[in-house]
């Protein structure tokens, strides 16, 4: 019955490895969002998709990158991780005029 | 971009009372949300507030657009309150899909 889930929970992975990260909400929402949360606890959208459809691609490194292969999937795959990379991810989904639904959260680790 | 203050930064109650947490916003919104994260880190959608206010349960929102400022009120407290509190606006529907968060309020209560 979840909402909006991401795997895995957690990822403990070495420098210059390559990752993914999944998420599916079923909602039936329309937009599905990438934040990240450093060790701060500052919140910042990464990337944003509508309808499979990039529409908000913040000043992320290359290395990641954003795929949505349909409205209620949206994974991020990092290239060549590196130590600043350690955070949570949060994927998180919405409906016009109506708030977010976040994912329980990615910790990655890169060691 | 858009200016978001969230004060206190960081508020500690006994178990029963009653608190306000403040966001203030540089520029006129679409819409304003306001989230809470648990301590196992888990991000709750508590409000969708663009405008006026409403209630649901112990808490309440307020957001005054014109005069760009949102509240949260928490009345009796209970310790499962505690976490960090985020507002996040975002700036127009030129920008849909770009939430900007506060830095959040930390809020601890205590038996």
């Given at each position: 019955?979840t909402?909006?889930?991401?795997?895995?929970?957690y990822?403990?992975?070495?420098?210059?490895?390559?990752?993914?990260?999944?998420?599916?909400?079923?909602?039936?929402?329309d937009?599905?969002y990438?934040?990240?949360?450093?060790?701060?606890?500052?919140?910042?959208?990464?990337?944003?998709?509508?309808?499979?459809?990039?529409?908000?691609?913040?000043?992320?490194p290359?290395?990641?990158?954003?795929?949505?292969?349909?409205?209620?999937?949206?994974?991020l795959?990092?290239n060549?991780l590196?130590?600043?990379?350690?955070a949570v991810y949060?994927?998180?989904?919405?409906?016009?005029n109506?708030?977010y639904t976040?994912?329980?959260?990615?910790?990655?680790?890169?060691? | 971009?858009?200016?978001?203050e969230q004060?206190?930064?960081d508020?500690?109650?006994q178990e029963g009372?009653?608190?306000?947490?403040?966001c203030?916003?540089?520029?006129s919104?679409?819409?304003?949300?306001?989230?809470?994260?648990?301590?196992?880190?888990?991000?709750?959608?508590l409000?969708?507030?663009?405008?006026?206010?409403?209630?649901?349960?112990?808490?309440?929102?307020?957001?005054?657009?014109?005069?760009?400022?949102?509240?949260?009120?928490i009345?009796?407290?209970?310790?499962?309150?505690s976490?960090?509190?985020?507002?996040a606006?975002?700036?127009?529907?030129?920008?849909?899909?770009?939430?900007?968060?506060?830095?959040?309020?930390?809020?601890?209560?205590?038996?």
């Amino acid at each position: 019955d979840t909402a909006v889930s991401q795997t895995p929970k957690y990822l403990v992975t070495q420098m210059g490895n390559d990752k993914s990260i999944k998420c599916e909400q079923n909602l039936g929402h329309d937009t599905m969002y990438w934040y990240k949360q450093d060790s701060k606890k500052f919140l910042k959208i990464m990337f944003s998709y509508n309808n499979k459809e990039l529409i908000i691609n913040e000043t992320v490194p290359n290395r990641f990158s954003p795929k949505s292969p349909d409205k209620a999937h949206l994974n991020l795959h990092i290239n060549s991780l590196e130590l600043g990379d350690s955070a949570v991810y949060f994927c998180a989904s919405s409906h016009f005029n109506y708030g977010y639904t976040f994912g329980s959260g990615t910790r990655l680790t890169v060691v | 971009g858009i200016q978001v203050e969230q004060s206190p930064p960081d508020l500690i109650l006994q178990e029963g009372a009653n608190s306000t947490l403040r966001c203030n916003f540089s520029d006129s919104v679409n819409n304003l949300q306001w989230f809470h994260q648990n301590p196992w880190g888990q991000l709750i959608n508590l409000f969708y507030i663009p405008s006026g206010t409403k209630q649901n349960g112990r808490l309440s929102a307020t957001t005054v657009a014109t005069e760009r400022y949102s509240l949260l009120y928490i009345s009796s407290s209970q310790t499962t309150d505690s976490g960090v509190y985020f507002c996040a606006v975002e700036r127009s529907s030129a920008n849909a899909g770009k939430s900007t968060f506060g830095d959040g309020t930390t809020l601890t209560v205590k038996p």
